[in-house]
């Protein structure tokens, strides 16, 4: 830990450098801008995609006025003035009434953002002429619009919120306003360089806009919490006698050593999004990466520099009632829990297993499904709420595949026969609806046929129709054309391939995160029974949080509460995700707790001792660590994103599991029955190095 060292022997040099990174970054990222991810999609998805861009098929956007009738018919002649209001306005419209006649649509192809003008022009002269009716305009340009909105709103309320609410549990935690604030900095700082990187990487690995979101809770909450350990040990030492250099040195030793294992632990497990090849997760990955790199970096270098510089002023800004300057601990409560548990281990383990088996349980039912467009607020966004009537109302309003072929140029005459073939069989056989779309290029050699699949888009009819599609009505249509090539896309085949590359990828990732974890505790620790517990709690920890998520998002459990509405899947991405993430956020406490453990084991003192007196130490440092995870984690909850608000709920979750049943019951209780066993290692394992990530100081 030389760089930790020599930052607190050159503070200010170390705090300078740590700013000129910290700008260098962020103007880096200005001048390379982020690059974003046009979709995620995989495999035939991916392919047709790509047809469809080469050859220019994409048809005109199109604007719609969606006219809902408060009771009643909607009048005919309402709809055939408003389309008099759209031509007025130098638009082309098309009126459709619903079958059930309570809804309309006057819709009108634009190119650009000032067609898209006139056509909400055109709504608010409607609805001003027709009171009675309610008109919304929604569309392809004005939802794309709504989506960016609620993603930016969504980053500014998570920027708003994360601030106070972090410094408040510090403030409890420390009970010193200069303590509470350092932490916060750090993190705020690391984050700001985590998002300049993001640009020249997002060159490689381009992102979503939500990973910035991520990006931003994340890198606070690891931020804090490596800063909140490394504060908490220098304060200690403090209190033990020893000078501010002294102090900090000795944190640099043991809590410095601690979190560079945590936060490459982190890394690693994050690495095995890579493994799966789909865009989505590697930009998310890459931003995680980075955020989490930083907040690494800072501590090692700008955070043992501030602690020097301000000494015993760390302690200023006490709160009253809040406690006195001194390292954050809990006095009674965990000490006597793990007393508790202490006089009976067996039963304590059996005990806790069981529960979280039993909240892990509806984990066995989840439903995977890559979330549509309309998971963004489409219940309280009118725009995007608007969309979703109209696919309800207008059977040909739902989402399409997207068929793509291209041909050789003697074959446009079979091409054109091949297609109409494909469309009349297709709506015949009750896989689409009308109206079917036809876009062809100039030459005739390439088309899109945009098919209105049956079912919603999202549900077994559409996925079963993608797939008929794919398998016999495509090869025998425009199969049959010689030198044909084709592909089914669109937002439901894009489901489909998406989370069976997930499903696919699964296994490997599974066995890249565990082979790694594995290897870098036992390096650490020197324990072959280490590791294996570690992984076997943390799959406990991480299989309860995947059944609270089932229970919350597919059995509607929480639907008033968050502001949701379910569609009865979770995010397709989101559980390999959140196995990663955790894997890697979960060692942060077993390194800090059992980094201890083995200290004092190698003090002398048993393993009963070491534990007992272990998390009675570490018991304030975890839990306000897992206080501000879970409280910054549950910001995603409040957020209108159907995919981040399932994110929230299994983070915070799992690390409330892990800082109270795992931590507090389960990794006594084993570590109780095992004793001496814990420190294991097979003598043909002795050559590894000593790594120890704690060691006395």
Same mark, same amino acid.
């Given at each position: 830990?030389?760089?930790?060292?020599?930052?607190?022997?050159?503070?200010?040099?170390?705090?300078?450098?740590?700013?000129?990174?910290?700008?260098?970054?962020?103007?880096?990222?200005?001048?390379?801008?982020?690059?974003?991810?046009?979709?995620?999609?995989?495999?035939?998805?991916?392919?047709?995609?790509?047809?469809?861009?080469?050859?220019?098929?994409?048809?005109?956007?199109?604007?719609?006025?969606?006219?809902?009738?408060?009771?009643?018919? +909607?009048?005919?002649? /309402?709809?055939?003035?408003?389309?008099?209001?759209?031509?007025?306005?130098?638009?082309?419209?098309?009126?459709?009434?619903?079958?059930?006649?309570?809804?309309?649509?006057?819709?009108?192809?634009?190119?650009?953002?000032?067609?898209?003008?006139?056509?909400?022009?055109?709504?608010?002269?409607?609805?001003?002429?027709?009171?009675?009716?309610?008109?919304?305009?929604?569309?392809? *340009?004005?939802?794309?619009?709504?989506?960016?909105?609620?993603?930016?709103?969504?980053?500014?309320?998570?920027?708003?919120?994360?601030?106070?609410?972090?410094?408040?549990?510090?403030?409890?935690?420390?009970?010193?306003?200069?303590?509470?604030?350092?932490?916060?900095?750090?993190?705020?700082?690391?984050?700001?360089?985590?998002? #300049?990187?993001?640009?020249?990487?997002?060159?490689?690995?381009?992102?979503?806009?939500?990973?910035?979101?991520?990006? %931003?809770?994340?890198? $606070?909450?690891?931020?804090?919490?490596? /800063?909140?350990?490394?504060? &908490?040990?220098?304060?200690?030492?403090?209190?033990?006698? @020893?000078?501010?250099?002294?102090?900090?040195?000795?944190?640099?030793?043991?809590?410095?050593?601690?979190?560079?294992?945590?936060?490459?632990?982190?890394?690693?497990?994050?690495?095995? $999004?890579?493994?799966?090849?789909?865009?989505?997760?590697?930009?998310?990955?890459?931003?995680? *990466?980075?955020?989490?790199?930083?907040?690494?970096?800072?501590?090692?270098?700008?955070?043992?520099?501030?602690?020097?510089?301000?000494?015993?002023?760390?302690?200023?800004?006490?709160?009253?009632?809040?406690?006195?300057?001194?390292?954050?601990?809990?006095?009674?409560?965990?000490?006597?829990?793990?007393?508790?548990?202490?006089?009976?281990?067996?039963?304590?383990?059996?005990?806790?297993?069981?529960?979280?088996?039993?909240?892990?349980?509806?984990?066995?039912?989840?439903?995977?499904?890559?979330?549509?467009?309309?998971?963004?607020?489409?219940?309280?966004?009118?725009?995007?709420?608007?969309? &979703?009537?109209?696919?309800?109302?207008?059977?040909?309003?739902?989402?399409?595949?997207?068929?793509?072929?291209?041909?050789?140029?003697?074959?446009? !005459?079979?091409?054109?026969?091949?297609?109409?073939?494909?469309?009349?069989?297709?709506?015949?056989?009750?896989?689409?609806? !009308?109206?079917?779309?036809?876009?062809?290029?100039?030459?005739?050699? &390439?088309?899109? *046929?945009?098919?209105?699949?049956?079912?919603?888009?999202?549900?077994?009819?559409?996925?079963?129709?993608?797939?008929?599609?794919?398998?016999?009505?495509?090869?025998?249509?425009?199969?049959?054309?010689?030198?044909?090539?084709?592909?089914?896309?669109?937002?439901?085949?894009?489901?489909?391939?998406?989370?069976?590359?997930?499903?696919?990828?699964?296994?490997?990732?599974?066995?890249?995160?565990?082979?790694?974890?594995?290897?870098?505790?036992?390096?650490?620790?020197?324990?072959?029974?280490?590791?294996?517990?570690? *992984?076997?709690?943390?799959? %406990?920890?991480?299989?309860?949080?995947?059944?609270?998520?089932?229970?919350?998002?597919?059995? @509607?459990?929480?639907?008033?509460?968050?502001? =949701?509405?379910?569609? #009865?899947?979770?995010?397709?991405?989101?559980?390999?995700? %959140?196995? +990663?993430?955790?894997?890697?956020?979960?060692?942060?406490?077993?390194? =800090?707790?059992?980094?201890?453990?083995?200290? &004092?084991?190698?003090?002398?003192?048993?393993?009963?001792?070491?534990?007992?007196?272990?998390?009675?130490?570490?018991?304030?440092? +975890?839990?306000?660590?897992?206080?501000?995870?879970?409280?910054?984690?549950?910001?995603?909850?409040?957020?209108?994103?159907?995919?981040?608000?399932?994110?929230?709920?299994?983070?915070?979750?799992?690390?409330?599991?892990?800082?109270?049943?795992?931590?507090?019951?389960?990794?006594?209780?084993? $570590?109780?029955?095992?004793?001496?066993?814990?420190?294991?290692?097979?003598?043909? %394992?002795?050559?590894?190095?000593?790594?120890?990530?704690?060691?006395?100081?």
């Amino acid at each position: 830990m030389r760089i930790g060292t020599w930052s607190a022997r050159h503070p200010w040099r170390a705090i300078c450098a740590w700013l000129a990174f910290v700008l260098a970054a962020v103007a880096l990222g200005a001048i390379a801008g982020t690059k974003t991810l046009d979709n995620g999609a995989v495999g035939e998805s991916a392919r047709g995609y790509t047809m469809i861009d080469h050859h220019h098929l994409w048809g005109p956007a199109h604007e719609l006025a969606f006219v809902r009738t408060r009771h009643g018919a +909607v009048p005919e002649a /309402a709809v055939a003035e408003i389309s008099h209001i759209f031509r007025e306005r130098g638009l082309r419209p098309e009126s459709h009434i619903s079958a059930d006649r309570h809804a309309a649509l006057v819709s009108a192809a634009v190119t650009d953002e000032n067609g898209a003008r006139r056509v909400r022009e055109a709504v608010v002269a409607a609805q001003r002429a027709h009171p009675e009716l309610r008109i919304v305009e929604t569309g392809d *340009i004005s939802a794309d619009r709504a989506r960016n909105d609620i993603v930016d709103r969504d980053l500014h309320r998570a920027e708003l919120l994360s601030i106070p609410v972090t410094l408040a549990v510090l403030l409890f935690a420390f009970g010193a306003l200069t303590a509470a604030i350092v932490p916060v900095v750090l993190a705020l700082t690391a984050v700001a360089a985590g998002f #300049g990187l993001l640009g020249p990487l997002s060159q490689l690995f381009p992102v979503e806009d939500s990973a910035k979101t991520v990006v %931003l809770l994340i890198g $606070m909450a690891v931020g804090v919490d490596y /800063a909140l350990f490394f504060v &908490a040990r220098s304060r200690a030492e403090r209190l033990r006698g @020893r000078t501010p250099t002294e102090a900090v040195e000795t944190a640099v030793q043991t809590s410095g050593r601690a979190v560079l294992v945590s936060g490459a632990t982190v890394a690693a497990a994050l690495a095995g $999004m890579y493994v799966v090849g789909v865009g989505t997760l590697s930009g998310i990955a890459t931003a995680t *990466i980075a955020v989490v790199g930083c907040a690494v970096l800072g501590s090692l270098t700008v955070l043992p520099a501030a602690l020097v510089l301000l000494g015993s002023r760390v302690d200023r800004g006490r709160i009253p009632f809040l406690g006195r300057s001194r390292a954050p601990s809990v006095a009674r409560f965990w000490p006597a829990v793990v007393a508790a548990v202490a006089r009976r281990p067996a039963l304590a383990a059996t005990a806790g297993t069981a529960v979280l088996a039993a909240l892990a349980l509806p984990a066995l039912s989840l439903h995977l499904s890559k979330p549509s467009d309309l998971a963004l607020a489409a219940q309280t966004n009118p725009t995007l709420r608007a969309l &979703a009537e109209v696919r309800q109302a207008f059977a040909g309003a739902g989402d399409t595949a997207e068929v793509a072929v291209v041909a050789p140029k003697g074959s446009r !005459e079979q091409l054109r026969d091949a297609v109409a073939e494909l469309r009349a069989r297709a709506v015949r056989e009750r896989l689409a609806h !009308e109206p079917v779309g036809v876009t062809a290029s100039p030459d005739g050699t &390439a088309a899109a *046929i945009s098919l209105p699949l049956a079912g919603d888009g999202a549900n077994a009819a559409s996925r079963r129709a993608v797939d008929d599609l794919r398998r016999r009505l495509v090869p025998a249509t425009l199969g049959r054309v010689p030198g044909a090539e084709t592909a089914v896309t669109g937002h439901t085949a894009e489901d489909l391939d998406f989370t069976r590359q997930i499903r696919h990828a699964l296994p490997f990732v599974l066995a890249f995160v565990l082979v790694l974890a594995f290897a870098l505790l036992l390096v650490a620790f020197r324990s072959i029974v280490i590791p294996v517990k570690a *992984i076997a709690l943390n799959l %406990l920890s991480v299989g309860s949080a995947y059944g609270i998520l089932a229970l919350v998002f597919e059995h @509607r459990w929480a639907e008033g509460l968050l502001g =949701f509405h379910s569609n #009865g899947t979770i995010v397709a991405w989101l559980p390999l995700f %959140l196995f +990663v993430v955790l894997f890697g956020l979960s060692m942060d406490y077993h390194v =800090f707790i059992l980094s201890r453990v083995r200290e &004092a084991v190698d003090g002398g003192a048993s393993t009963e001792s070491a534990v007992r007196q272990s998390i009675s130490a570490t018991a304030g440092v +975890v839990t306000a660590a897992a206080a501000v995870m879970v409280c910054v984690f549950a910001l995603f909850g409040t957020l209108s994103s159907l995919e981040l608000k399932q994110t929230g709920v299994g983070l915070a979750a799992a690390v409330l599991i892990d800082a109270t049943l795992i931590r507090g019951v389960l990794l006594p209780a084993s $570590m109780l029955l095992l004793g001496e066993r814990n420190w294991y290692l097979p003598r043909r %394992l002795r050559w590894l190095p000593r790594l120890a990530p704690e060691a006395s100081g």
